[in-house]
């Protein structure tokens, strides 16, 4: 494990609690809630990054699978007394495994896929939008004249992909060198608008921390957007999802709700895990790619939270988690599920 082992040495705090650790976070990983499982608990997941990085266990095809049981939703954080992170670990866990030349079947070709930005100067505009790689063309667009009143067609910043994908498939390397493409190719824009919270994390904050990358100047819609027209085709009974990347890593958590209120009325109703306790929707992590059944279980159980306080639809700021609940939502046909840009 010499030359895969240097892949923890950032990490060597946050094993050791883990590993020590009476899994007081269990209840607050959606993952373990939704397999029912001890492997995939973060005590446990980090316990077999110890003990790959330290010779004693094989980093093999199933400790791999294993590493990839993690949306990278932060939830656990929030049980957690010595404020550990258990998916940088992770994250680079699954690097260990790039590197070892095991890599997840689901991800074989990921880095293929990854938008790449287009040739050509950098963009030029005082704000331009970034819908990032999950959006649809309707909701980017609707978005983009509700909060800035122009024409997405000649102001989008839709260059390439932030590069998230890239560093949650343990391709670090690859991860820094999109995004100092991307910066480059955006670096004539004063200000940037994304409805993506992940999109809008991975720039301000994994960009500088694992890419040397300066942060642009990027704002989530909900930051920005003052209110929300009058919707009268939405039901009064309102939920409130918060994404993990927007409530729990970037802390906006009551611009969302006010928009809401605009637009209904009505405060939302308030789910039984939620602002920076929010329960995830299974979207983030590249789980859905790497353990489908468990993402769309993850998304059962928020829609199961919902019907709990009397919800007829769910509204969300994330369009990774819109697909995800949506998906869900269409399997069980009792839930209508809306994305925060349809409300602007």
Not at 87 to 93: R, S
Not at 102 to 112: G, R, T
């Amino acid at each position: 494990m010499d030359g895969e082992s240097t892949r923890f040495e950032a990490h060597d705090r946050a094993i050791r609690y883990c590993t020590f650790c009476p899994k007081l976070c269990r209840h607050a990983c959606p993952v373990a809630h939704a397999e029912a499982r001890e492997t995939v608990t973060p005590q446990a997941k980090q316990a077999l990054a110890g003990l790959v990085r330290d010779g004693r266990a094989p980093l093999d095809a199933e400790a791999v699978d294993v590493f990839h049981r993690c949306t990278g939703c932060g939830l656990h954080a929030t049980a957690c007394e010595l404020d550990v992170e258990v998916a940088p670990a992770l994250f680079d866990a699954r690097a260990a495994g790039v590197d070892a030349g095991v890599v997840h079947p689901a991800l074989a070709d990921l880095e293929a896929e990854v938008r790449r930005p287009v040739g050509g100067p950098p963009l030029e505009t005082s704000t331009g939008w970034f819908p990032g790689c999950s959006a649809s063309d309707e909701l980017s667009a609707a978005g983009l004249r509700a909060a800035l009143k122009i024409d997405p067609a000649t102001s989008s910043a839709d260059v390439g992909c932030c590069g998230y994908p890239l560093l949650a498939a343990g391709r670090p390397e690859a991860f820094a060198a999109q995004a100092q493409a991307m910066s480059a190719a955006l670096g004539g824009a004063e200000a940037l608008l994304t409805g993506d919270p992940i999109c809008a994390w991975t720039m301000r904050v994994a960009w500088p921390q694992r890419a040397g990358v300066a942060a642009p100047n990027v704002r989530h819609l909900a930051e920005v957007a003052g209110a929300a027209p009058a919707a009268a085709d939405l039901p009064a009974a309102l939920a409130y999802h918060d994404p993990c990347h927007l409530s729990r890593k970037l802390g906006v958590t009551e611009a969302p709700r006010r928009l809401v209120e605009s637009a209904t009325g009505a405060p939302p109703l308030e789910l039984p895990w939620s602002a920076q306790g929010g329960w995830c929707s299974g979207g983030g992590g590249l789980l859905p790619r790497t353990a489908p059944t468990t993402a769309a279980a993850i998304a059962d159980e928020l829609l199961g939270q919902a019907r709990g306080v009397g919800a007829e639809a769910v509204v969300t700021a994330c369009p990774r988690c819109h697909r995800q609940l949506s998906d869900a939502a269409a399997e069980a046909g009792d839930m209508r599920v809306v994305d925060l840009a349809e409300l602007l």
